[in-house]
């Protein structure tokens, strides 16, 4: 069935680092991946996602990359802060009007900003 | 604005009793998912429901379970005779539809406790 590998499972970076999580997926018709962030006992929140039609998307301090011949995309937080601790689960799905309109998440990276 | 709603937040039942889980989607949203999160792991689906219909109970345990989305009122997600390994968060999500301009809205989860 469809998977997704998330690493690394924990990350600690030093406050104003980089950090980097990557995720691949097995199934090659996926077309939407996700990335979420999930403070500790609260909802995941989604905080940018990327479609296949696009290799690289910014938003402030995150970006994402895709690479769909490797299956392959990731997470990029520059300039971190305290505020970004939290565990970053990704995702990757097929859309559309069927059964296949399920999200797949990875494990979860715990992310730590060592101050 | 109100996001996707759950009921209640926390529940503690014990073995072998019935929990009950509900989910209001956000206004507007007609797919609702549903997803089971263990203590310090992801996300896993569970099923995917439109308005009185079941689209993929493909992450549904075979006994036990069962989820609805009536015509009225919020979505169910229901465990029978509840066991310890059952104690997780459950989280539902919300979708305006199912293409790929539609995002899942997460909401504050039911956090089950079987004693």
């Keep these: 069935g469809e998977n997704v590998e998330q690493h690394p499972s924990t990350l ?6 980089s950090a980097v999580i990557k995720c691949t997926y097995s199934d090659s018709a996926s077309n939407y991946f996700p990335w979420y962030k999930q403070e500790l006992g609260k909802r995941p929140q989604l905080i940018i996602d990327i479609r ?4 690289e998307k910014k938003d402030q301090r995150i970006a ?18 305290p505020e970004d601790s939290a565990v970053y689960f990704c995702a ?21 900003i060592r101050p | 604005n109100a996001g996707v709603m759950q009921n209640p937040r926390h529940l503690v ?15 507007g949203h007609s797919h609702v998912y549903w997803y ?12 995917y429901l439109q308005k009185e219909n079941i689209i993929d109970e493909s992450g549904m345990p075979k006994e036990r379970f ?16 509840v ?24 909401g504050p989860g039911t956090r089950l406790t079987v004693l």
């Design chain 1, 12 to 17: 600690s970076v030093q406050e104003g680092d």
């Design chain 2, 13 to 27: 039942r014990r073995r072998g009793q019935e929990a009950r889980l509900r989910c209001s989607p956000m206004k």
């Design chain 1, 92 to 112: 990757a799905g097929r859309e559309g009007y069927s059964s296949a309109s399920k999200i797949i998440f990875g494990s979860g990276t715990r992310l730590s």
């Design chain 2, 83 to 106: 066991v310890r390994g059952d104690s997780a968060a459950y989280f539902c999500a919300s979708s305006q539809g199912a293409t790929s301009t539609d995002t899942q809205y997460f």
């Design chain 1, 52 to 55: 296949s039609n696009v290799g």
């Design chain 2, 66 to 81: 069962s989820a609805e989305f009536p015509k009225e009122g919020p979505s169910i997600l229901r465990i029978q005779q």
């Design chain 2, 36 to 47: 089971r999160q263990l203590p310090e792991e992801g996300l896993k689906f569970m099923v």
């Design chain 1, 64 to 81: 994402v990359t895709l690479n769909k011949t490797a299956k392959h995309f990731s997470l990029h937080i520059t300039e971190t802060q």
